[in-house]
């Protein structure tokens, strides 16, 4: 089972490393949200496998290590804190900007999705380009 | 005792003036003229015990690791320099009252002036090389404030600029060479290092040592080829000009030369580095002064090439040049400073430092002129005067000087200069004094207050006393002054007026008249010298310095270039790199523990998280697509905490993923909803290659803990769970009890980001971003926006959910749940009624705030912890008892629940505020009208319509 659960947790991992580095903010989020399952499960597994021992105090029985599942419930928690924030900062980016790259150079060369909006607001939305 | 006090008395005093000056500027120049008046009265008392040959010492450890220590030491050299500090401080802050315009901020002036002295004369008096060190750059910073004192002048800001850079940039590599010498030595004591000079000479280090610290102490004195920065911090008031720039600061680098004299001077390369330099500065800095037209820039080059001429000496490295050196020193400080103070009051009072609008004051300002013209013969060395004696001293030193077998070099040099000396003196006194009466000048010039020629005055008195009777006025001064400097004994001579005719004397005839011709030719000579290209010394330093600048910029932007996934991929090879080195470096033995067997359930999750995974990787273009893989994942993970003892985990672990996806959905709706292909394909399996070798390492590591037992401190937690926290979920009350510090701050940052999601969006999106994101909205909807199935549904589950929130809640000490669970159950079915019914029709019945929720259940948890103070226990200390009531028979009450209370409040509240932000800004976004009363019952008085106060 270890193999299973090891194996697992290095591929969320590969796979959130290589959703990161992709050019975009949607995919960079959800390359985060993999990392955090990984992180997760991985900080988990340093309590090692267990089955059928859950940490709830009954007399004469044996538990699983509790502590690791305390500090991933917060970890849990947390991150969906932290997602939920930089979809907002990415949301809000692409919003200002009309772009949602992540890379700042590229960004210049944005709009492609939108065709260049005309009339009183163009030259704000290039400033706004301009700021990212 | 009193030697420390003396650098000190000036560094703390400094706060005086600047206190004072609401007083008045008389009170604040007097405050800083008693400042010094009592380092010098310090000083003097010490002058009994020095002239009797004994070196005072004191010593206090500081960083003794690094073998820095407070410790002072006052021997002959030392106490020349200070009293020459303090005298002529006391009479540059005479003259700078009387200076100063009343718009000028005096107190700042003084502040600066005695913060510098005090820099100094811990300069001049430090036993440590690191203390020398910090008082070294010490009187970099503070000449950088004076200097740029007329922070309005562009002038003064770059002078100040290029004075800091360059003397600077000698003081790092000063730091570099006193090391080296401390290291050879074995003592960083200046006492000891001096008394160890055949060891430092000796040692292969010695030549790197000798380079560096020439490099701080040419920097400083202004030698060349750093002799540029001189001139230019001339845009300081003239009395810093006069105090710093003449008399002290630029001397520093000299002090430090005669200072490590007996430890470094005497060998081959000391002489062939610092002689020549010396020479070459003198000569080109006397030429150069010949031609400026600007008062305080021709004595600048005047003072550039006295420099010259002392280090020249120093460098010869024979006790007799090291006698004329201390000897120079001491009268150039008496005439340059008389000349600076003479030229700024020419300044202040014609208006003008221009000698070409200048001429026939002698008349007009007496006084100053006679005082004036006093100095510069001095300075010429006209017989008489004491610049006349060490200029003899120099040329005799020079006489019998062979420079690397050309016998000639040094006595025809050193003649020159002394020529152009006389030429650019003749110029400065003539052009300026003597000549017919103009009427243009700028002012009306007379001859300035008393307060401003007095400290001339008084300057003058020396010049022309030790000319008249050197040995009787400076004998004994000069002896204890070079005694230190040599370390050893003196060499045999005696100042006198007339030596003879020696060939010092015709070098000074030739010197004299070659330099009256050269005065008659200074408009022919000066013609002649604009046909040739002239190193202008500013612009290679500005061009110098703008090209670092663009360097540092090119630099920046290609490592800073902006791509968030450049920076990863860094960060991500630096980790991988240092994994891979932390693996090959430890034992490579396979675990023992034993493994769990592999079900069959567990292979079949397996094989779906790795089909979600890799599905995941290449099709993550397809942003909804990747979406519901990913919660796939999510619920696989949960699937994993569940088999694996982890309910709690489990549990949490859904709930968090239902309002994941939610948020993530309402996202994706403002946004488009694919990822074009950013990246080449070779880049792309580059990013693979990267992102498996880091999967491979974690997944390699967490196997590798897996199958070792290892020890934990989760038995204490066991143990004490149930008497120590009074519940049986372990997970629980190590959340809100053994770790309720963490739970606490978590809470707190949860409800930082809900409210900066709340900044974050506002929903009433500029036009632009309004008419993109529509256009990115599908162009077919489903035809019932609000599903009355669902919204039955959904109204029906809310009590329900809301009882299993309860429910949860309650029994999460014993039981898997608690106050995170609850919470995300609660947010759950609250978010169902605005994907069922609509934003506004839930914004229109909502009752509590999500922020006040937020605040609320911060408040409650803190107050719990707050609470334990109460009873004289530390913060967030639980308590609990059993209590019994009729019926419900006995039950247990904790303070831990009041605490979980308040997580499960910002839960709800963080979910609810940060997923309705973002529902509202869809609202405004769609275009479609929504129906005002989705599925409602009439009632008897609808709810008025109101805009929502909050999401």
């Not at chain 2, 004595?299 to 020249?312: D, W, Y």
Request: hydrophobic letters at 55%; charged letters at 10%; a neutral charge.
């Amino acid at each position: 089972m270890e193999i299973l659960v090891a194996s697992a947790i290095g591929l969320m991992t590969a796979t959130g490393l290589f959703l990161i580095l992709q050019g975009r903010s949607f995919p960079v989020i959800v390359g985060l949200t993999f990392l955090s399952y990984a992180v997760n499960a991985f900080l988990f597994a340093m309590g090692r496998l267990t089955v059928d021992l859950p940490p709830i105090i009954t007399p004469g029985a044996a538990y699983t290590d509790p502590l690791p599942q305390a500090l991933v419930l917060t970890a849990i928690v947390i991150s969906f804190g932290m997602t939920a924030l930089i979809v907002v900062l990415g949301l809000r980016g692409f919003l200002e900007t009309g772009s949602d790259r992540t890379d700042l150079s590229l960004a210049d060369a944005a709009e492609e999705h939108v065709p260049a909006p005309e009339g009183e607001d163009a030259g704000r939305e290039r400033g706004g380009a301009a700021r990212a | 005792m009193v030697l420390w006090l003396i650098p000190l008395l000036p560094l703390i005093g400094a706060i005086l003036p600047a206190l004072l000056i609401r007083s008045g500027r008389d009170v604040c120049a007097s405050a800083t003229g008693f400042v010094s008046l009592a380092a010098l009265g310090l000083l003097l008392s010490q002058a009994p015990a020095v002239f009797a040959g004994e070196v005072v010492r004191v010593s206090l450890p500081w960083v003794p690791q690094i073998q820095l220590s407070f410790s002072f030491m006052l021997d002959g050299l030392g106490f020349f320099f200070a009293a020459m500090i303090l005298i002529i401080g006391l009479l540059v802050i005479l003259y700078a009252r009387f200076y100063l315009d009343r718009a000028d901020p005096m107190g700042r002036f003084y502040a600066y002036l005695l913060l510098f002295q005090g820099a100094m004369l811990g300069v001049v008096l430090s036993n440590n090389v690191i203390l020398l060190l910090v008082f070294w750059e010490l009187t970099s910073l503070t000449s950088f404030l004076l200097i740029g004192f007329w922070r309005h002048l562009a002038e003064a800001r770059q002078g100040a600029r290029m004075a800091l850079i360059v003397t600077g940039g000698g003081g790092l590599a000063l730091i570099g060479g006193l090391l080296l010498l401390g290291n050879i030595a074995g003592s960083y004591e200046i006492s000891e290092i001096l008394a160890r000079g055949d060891l430092i000479k000796a040692s292969p280090l010695y030549l790197p040592a000798l380079v560096l610290i020439l490099l701080g102490a040419f920097t400083k004195s202004a030698q060349f080829p750093f002799h540029f920065w001189l001139p230019h911090a001339m845009a300081a008031p003239t009395p810093v000009s006069a105090y710093l720039h003449s008399a002290t600061m630029v001397k520093a680098g000299i002090f430090l030369l005669a200072r490590l004299w007996p430890a470094l001077a005497g060998t081959e390369a000391w002489f062939l580095i610092v002689a020549p330099v010396g020479l070459a500065t003198m000569v080109i800095g006397a030429w150069i002064a010949n031609f400026r037209t600007d008062l305080k820039s021709l004595l600048a080059f005047s003072t550039v090439s006295h420099l010259g001429l002392i280090t020249m000496l120093l460098g010869l490295g024979t006790k007799m040049a090291a006698v004329a050196a201390v000897f120079h020193i001491l009268n150039h400080a008496t005439f340059k400073a008389a000349l600076f103070l003479s030229a700024g009051i020419v300044d202040h009072e014609a208006g003008t430092r221009d000698v070409r609008r200048l001429g026939g004051l002698a008349g007009l300002m007496p006084i100053t002129a006679t005082l004036a013209m006093l100095a510069t013969a001095s300075m010429a060395g006209v017989p008489l005067f004491n610049g006349f004696l060490s200029k003899e001293m120099m040329l005799e030193e020079a006489a019998h000087t062979s420079y690397a077998g050309i016998t000639w070099l040094f006595p025809v040099l050193a003649t020159v200069g002394a020529l152009l000396s006389v030429a650019y003196c003749a110029r400065f006194a003539i052009r300026t004094f003597l000549g017919p009466v103009r009427h243009d000048y700028p002012h009306h010039p007379h001859d300035p207050p008393v307060g401003m020629w007095l400290p001339v005055a008084l300057l003058i008195v020396p010049v022309i006393a030790i000319g008249l009777f050197p040995g009787a006025v400076a004998g004994a001064l000069v002896a204890l002054t070079a005694g230190a400097v040599i370390g050893g004994p003196l060499p045999d001579y005696y100042l006198a007026l007339w030596h003879g005719l020696t060939p010092a004397l015709v070098m000074s005839v030739l010197a004299f008249a070659g330099g009256a011709v050269f005065f008659l030719t200074q408009a022919r000579v000066d013609a002649l010298r604009r046909h040739f290209p002239r190193p202008e010394a500013r612009d290679m330093f500005e061009a110098a310095s703008n090209a670092v600048v663009l360097a540092a910029r090119r630099l920046t932007a290609w490592v800073h270039d902006g791509s968030l996934a450049f920076y990863l991929r860094v960060i991500l090879a630096v980790l991988i790199a240092a994994g891979i080195f932390a693996m090959a470096s430890a034992p490579h033995a396979a675990g023992t523990r034993a493994m769990l067997p592999v079900t069959l359930p567990a292979l079949v999750a397996w094989l779906a998280l790795v089909v979600a995974c890799l599905a995941t990787m290449m099709r993550h273009s397809d942003r909804l697509l990747a979406l519901i893989l990913t919660s796939v994942v999510g619920l696989i993970v949960a699937l994993g905490f569940v088999q694996f003892s982890a309910p709690d985990l489990a549990l949490t672990q859904v709930s968090v993923d239902v309002v994941t996806t939610i948020l993530m959905l309402l996202a994706l709706n403002l946004l488009p909803k694919t990822s074009p292909r950013e990246f080449s394909l070779p880049a792309r399996w580059r990013d693979g290659a990267l992102a498996g070798i880091g999967g491979l390492g974690i997944g390699g590591l967490a196997y590798a803990v897996m199958t070792r037992d290892g020890t934990s401190i989760a038995d204490y937690f066991l143990a004490q769970s149930k008497p120590g926290g009074g519940g049986t979920n372990v997970v629980n009350v190590i959340l809100v009890d053994f770790r309720g510090y963490d739970t606490f701050a978590e809470i707190i940052v949860l409800g930082i980001a809900a409210v900066a999601i709340f900044a974050l969006l506002d929903p009433k999106l500029p036009a632009g971003a309004l008419r993109r994101v529509r256009a990115l909205q599908p162009k077919v909807e489903s035809g019932d926006v609000h599903p009355p199935m669902l919204v039955v549904a959904a109204r029906a589950m809310l009590p329900l959910a809301l009882a299993v929130g309860v429910f949860i809640f309650l029994r999460g000490h014993n039981q898997p749940g608690g106050g995170f669970i609850a919470g995300l159950v609660v947010a759950i079915a609250l978010m169902l009624q605005y994907i069922a019914s609509g934003y506004r029709w839930v914004a229109d019945r909502k009752r509590l705030d999500s922020q006040a929720m937020i605040g609320a259940g911060i408040g409650i948890a803190g107050l719990t912890g707050i609470a334990a103070w109460a009873f004289g226990l530390p913060f967030l200390t639980s308590n609990f008892g059993y209590f019994t009531l009729p019926v419900v028979g006995t039950f247990e009450l904790a303070s831990a629940l009041l605490f979980d209370l308040g997580v499960f409040l910002t839960v709800v509240g963080v979910m609810v505020l940060s997923l309705a932000q973002l529902s509202r800004v869809g609202q405004h976004v769609d275009p479609l009208p929504t129906p005002e009363q989705p599925m409602d019952l009439p009632l008897a008085a609808p709810p008025p319509y109101h805009q929502p106060r909050e999401a």
